[in-house]
């Protein structure tokens, strides 16, 4: 085998390497993160001026420590249009801020470890208007743009999109 021919050999073994070791760091995080649960609590019926405000529970029945990065999440507030929100079926639009951001920091991230609860109050009138009479559903769609193993995360260039699974919440808010 040429010289030429012998790097191009190795150059590419080392690609195929770096690749599964990309996939096997990818998929353990996705099975780490498949021990972190969430559930959407809150009174099912509110009063006409009582304020929406479930709370937001994440729990890691792992072994590992998960960092999740709270950015585009209602872990962090009203920044961004996170949850899907309908009044009798019809849909209920985002009014809250939508900000844009530079990129993450290990400081944006929520380091939830082995068999701790994190639980997250939600303000829903700061980012949707909850105000009018019927019968309300709230989801959050449990997308996180980044979820890693570990006590911080692994690589902040390198993101590693995830998804929770996340019950409906329904409500009624009263005449």
């Known amino acids: 085998m040429s ?5 191009q050999t190795y150059s590419l073994f ?12 990818m998929s353990a995080d ?20 009582e304020p929406a405000v479930p709370v937001l529970a994440l729990r890691n029945s792992g072994k590992e420590p998960v960092a999740i990065l709270k950015r585009n999440t209602p872990l962090e507030g ?3 249009d996170s949850l899907i929100v309908t009044r009798d079926d019809q849909s209920v639009p985002y009014v809250g801020a939508m ?13 939830l470890k082995p068999g701790a609860r994190r639980r997250f ?11 009018l009479p019927g019968r309300y559903q709230v989801r959050w ?7 890693q193993m570990g006590n911080n995360p692994v690589n902040l260039t390198l993101a590693q999109p995830q998804t929770v699974a996340c019950n409906v919440l329904t409500f009624t808010r009263a005449p």
């Open 30 to 49: 996705a099975a780490a993160l498949a021990a972190v649960s969430c559930r959407l609590t809150m009174p099912v019926t509110l009063g006409r001026k």
């Open 14 to 25: 080392a690609l195929g390497s770096l690749v599964a070791s990309v996939m096997m760091a």
């Open 99 to 111: 900000a844009k951001r530079m990129p993450p920091t290990a400081e944006e991230y929520l380091l």
């Open 3 to 7: 010289p030429t021919r012998s790097a």
């Open 121 to 131: 109050r939600v303000v829903l009138q700061r980012g949707y208007d909850v105000s």
């Open 141 to 147: 769609n449990g997308e996180l743009m980044d979820a």
């Open 78 to 80: 009203w920044l961004a």
